[in-house]
């Protein structure tokens, strides 16, 4: 069923663009917008995870070399033959040779770290005090005794053996001089008999483990954390040290420090062992820049929206209009064209495909001025033909009963000469009068030819030679009317009759790559060519209207596909080629060539 056009939904060229930018637009938003509240928080979350246990493994990783450094510093002097006998004299002469030496080998062994780290050796006494700094009262056995062993740097039972190191976070927070310290290395020293003589202690600070961690930035805190004992200290802020109830983060993950990573309170946090200590290094995450930064971001997007929409509007309307003020103009020229205004133009539009558009129509109104030319112009010269025939018609059935009465009286005197130009000339009248097709047949043209010829012969006898070749494969081939027998007749009215001796006159047809030819030659008097223009349209206002009429109707109904040339010379004759396409042909239904 066939939809009528008035009932059809119609959209303006404004509309449809303007839904397309919006579109184009709403994809991507809606794309984000889709993510953000499906899984932009579980994927944020999972990034930060991700990002988090790298960061804290990485920094374990570097933690865990720079104190075994430490503990190697820790374990060479406490294994050193000068820290055994200094403390196994346990003499506190401090000026002694002895002791200036100690000093020389502390500073040794502490030798680039100075800045970064104490070293302290004391013995159990507390006599014999050694240190890279001032020795800090803190460790002053004389006072402390075991029980600073077991307050502030952990029992010594949990170190495993006898030789092994204990690195703890529990011991001073500050030196004399204010710089906070981190992590404290204690190392006791023993003889070859294997009797407890004292200890070495090394103070690591914050200088020193502070370049080490959080290297990109991504963490907001992170700490050392002594799972045993519940107490932590951070790294970036080094006055922050204490219990768990310090650290929040450290709290929500109390009783598991298994190596993972754990969320609560929009917090990601990773926590994982430092090799070859008891301690271990967690690192914080907070979620909430980036989720604040997530919504910024959609905000943004939104605004972006806002305004897009805006300059969708604005572009829609230019970019309609750009294209329909053009398309507007071209209706309308139609429009003046389809009531009758057919010498219109249209200028060039800015657009390169508007602009084609217009030459193409442009060109299109041209052709039709053109043919609408041709076609007053055909009808004109039927107009004028049949004029002319009806003028030269007299009376059609005074004449054909005069012929009739002319042809019954010859053949009762048998006379046969008479009879057959009485039959030849009824044919040519017959020809001459009958109006109603423009066109006829090669066939039909070479029997009104014979026609003209027959009576030709008769009248001039024996002197006239006729040569005709006309192949049967070009019977049907359809041509103008009456364009061979006038020829036919010029040549024996203008180029032969003036001449004395024999006359031979040939007529050839034929057809080659869908090309008819018609040559028709004599040996006449012939003319000077230069007497005829060369463009046969110059012939219009002379006195060759039969020769014009040929050519302006070979033209009108070929166009440039035809042909006409004339060829002459005076005293040898004239030739007249005619050539045209010979696609038409006459079909079966109309086929009589029998002249009544």
């Not at 008999?193 to 483990?209: F, S």
């Not at 309307?317 to 209706?331: G, M, N, Q, T």
């Not at 033909?385 to 007299?394: C, H, N």
Request: hydrophobic share 40%.
């Amino acid at each position: 069923m066939t939809i009528p056009l008035s009932s059809m939904h119609k959209t303006s060229l404004f509309s449809r663009l303007l839904t397309y930018f919006i579109i184009v637009m709403l994809i991507p938003v809606g794309f984000f917008v889709v993510y953000y509240v499906s899984w932009g928080d579980k994927n944020l979350l999972r990034s930060l995870k991700q990002q988090a246990s790298l960061s804290i493994k990485r920094d374990s990783a570097d933690l865990a070399e720079v104190l075994e450094s430490y503990r190697h510093k820790a374990y060479l002097i406490s294994t050193d033959p000068m820290t055994i006998n200094i403390l196994k004299q346990d003499n506190p002469q401090t000026d002694s040779l002895e002791a200036r030496n100690m000093y020389i080998k502390l500073f040794n062994i502490m030798k680039g770290d100075t800045y970064l780290a104490f070293a302290h050796m004391v013995s159990n006494s507390g006599n014999v005090r050694f240190s890279t700094h001032d020795f800090p009262t803190v460790y002053d056995l004389r006072f402390h005794n075991n029980e600073w062993e077991q307050e502030n740097v952990l029992s010594l039972s949990q170190a495993g053996s006898q030789t092994a190191s204990i690195i703890s976070i529990r011991g001073r927070t500050s030196s004399e001089n204010g710089k906070p310290i981190l992590i404290t290395i204690l190392r006791r020293v023993y003889d070859s008999e294997g009797d407890n003589l004292g200890y070495v202690i090394v103070e690591v600070l914050n200088e020193a483990i502070s370049p080490l961690v959080n290297k990109d930035m991504a963490l907001s805190e992170e700490v050392l954390v002594d799972a045993s004992s519940y107490w932590a200290c951070s790294t970036i802020h080094a006055n922050q040290v204490g219990s768990f109830d310090k650290f929040p983060n450290l709290a929500a993950i109390k009783g598991d420090f298994s190596n993972g990573v754990s969320i609560k309170n929009n917090s990601v946090t990773a926590i994982t062992p430092i090799k070859g200590t008891d301690l271990l290094l967690a690192g914080t995450i907070s979620s909430t820049p980036y989720a604040v930064n997530m919504k910024q971001l959609l905000v943004i997007l939104l605004l972006a929206l806002g305004i897009g929409s805006l300059m969708a509007v604005v572009l829609s309307f230019l970019f309609s209009r750009s294209i329909s003020k053009p398309i507007k103009k071209l209706a309308t020229s139609m429009k003046a064209v389809e009531e009758g205004n057919i010498h219109i133009q249209i200028g060039d539009a800015k657009i390169r495909e508007l602009s084609q558009l217009n030459h193409s129509f442009n060109a299109m109104v041209l052709q039709i001025t053109s043919l609408l030319d041709l076609t007053r112009e055909e009808e004109a010269k039927l107009a004028e033909a049949e004029r002319m025939a009806l003028e030269s018609q007299m009376n059609p059935h005074f004449l054909f009963n005069t012929l009739n009465t002319i042809k019954a009286l010859a053949r009762m005197h048998n006379e046969d000469q008479i009879y057959i130009i009485t039959i030849k000339l009824g044919k040519l009248l017959r020809s001459t009068i009958d109006n109603h097709e423009s066109e006829c047949s090669i066939a039909e043209s070479m029997a009104l030819v014979d026609s003209y010829l027959t009576i030709q012969k008769i009248r001039f006898g024996e002197k006239l030679h006729v040569k005709l070749n006309t192949p049967q494969s070009c019977n049907d081939i359809m041509t103008p009317k009456l364009i061979i027998q006038p020829m036919v007749e010029n040549a024996i009215v203008h180029g032969l009759e003036p001449k004395s001796g024999e006359w031979n006159l040939c007529v050839d047809i034929h057809e080659e790559n869908e090309l008819l030819t018609i040559l028709i030659k004599d040996d006449g008097v012939g003319f000077d060519r230069s007497k005829l223009p060369l463009n046969l349209d110059e012939l219009e206002k002379s006195t060759h209207v039969g020769l014009y009429n040929i050519y302006r109707r070979l033209k009108l109904s070929f166009g440039d596909k035809a042909s006409f040339l004339i060829e002459s010379k005076p005293g040898e004759g004239t030739m007249v080629k005619m050539t045209m396409p010979s696609l038409h042909r006459k079909t079966a239904e109309g086929d009589d060539l029998e002249l009544q």
